[in-house]
């Protein structure tokens, strides 16, 4: 077996296992925490304030804009680059097909690679401010720091492999396919886990602040 065939065989097949177990033990461990049921009256739409939140939070406050604004829209640019890349790069389209069944239009390797690197740097300069910010350094452990590399590794080798870099193209898509298999296995036991939680979570509080008649 070469690597390029254990990369997307058996290293693909359990990263999806480890990924799926992961990811419902811990859906199911909230789940079980269950919600008290609230004592006072209800001021508001709990259920609306729920939605609204969870479009709100793209955006920060308006209290806090001018302070986080930059850093804030950087965030959520390299988010929604990284998303493109995932879905629109037309060799990751036939890997969804084969998988789900599924198929899109994709986007030329003209588009889809330029927002790769931009997303690439937007990451490294968070990487960075994590490093030199002098909050957010005693605010961050090893594992703030590895997943910002786990992230990104799938990008870096991905790159590489398109223009046939540094080694040879099936080796550095074996790596490739390998990195996107850290990146699943790392999702359930890191903050990444925010793929799968973030916009529950979000509905959850705006539900919550709504009841009372807060503001979410």
């Not at 077996?1 to 290293?11: H, I």
């Not at 729920?50 to 850093?71: C, D, E, L, Q, W």
């Amino acid at each position: 077996m070469t690597l390029l065939d254990f990369a997307r065989g058996p290293a693909m097949q359990w990263a999806l296992i480890i990924f799926l177990a992961g990811a419902t033990f811990r859906l199911t461990g909230i789940l079980l925490f269950g919600r008290k049921k609230p004592l006072s009256p209800a001021r508001g739409n709990a259920r609306l304030e729920g939605y609204k939140t969870i479009v709100s939070r793209f955006m920060p406050n308006a209290v806090f804009h001018r302070r986080i604004g930059t850093v804030h829209i950087m965030s959520l640019a390299w988010h929604m680059g990284f998303i493109f890349v995932v879905l629109f790069f037309q060799p990751h389209i036939v890997f969804f097909e084969g998988l789900l069944g599924l198929s899109w239009p994709g986007v030329a390797n003209s588009i889809v690679m330029p927002v790769a690197g931009i997303t690439l740097v937007l990451l490294a300069l968070a990487f960075l401010r994590r490093i030199n910010h002098p909050v957010l350094k005693l605010l961050s452990g090893a594992g703030d720091f590895a997943t910002i590399i786990v992230t990104a590794l799938p990008l870096v080798t991905g790159m590489l492999a398109s223009a046939h870099l540094v080694l040879k193209y099936e080796t550095m898509l074996a790596l490739h396919l390998l990195s996107i298999s850290l990146f699943l296995v790392w999702v359930p036991f890191s903050k990444l886990m925010h793929v799968v939680l973030f916009l529950p979570s979000r509905k959850r509080l705006g539900e919550k602040l709504g009841y009372k008649g807060v503001k979410a």
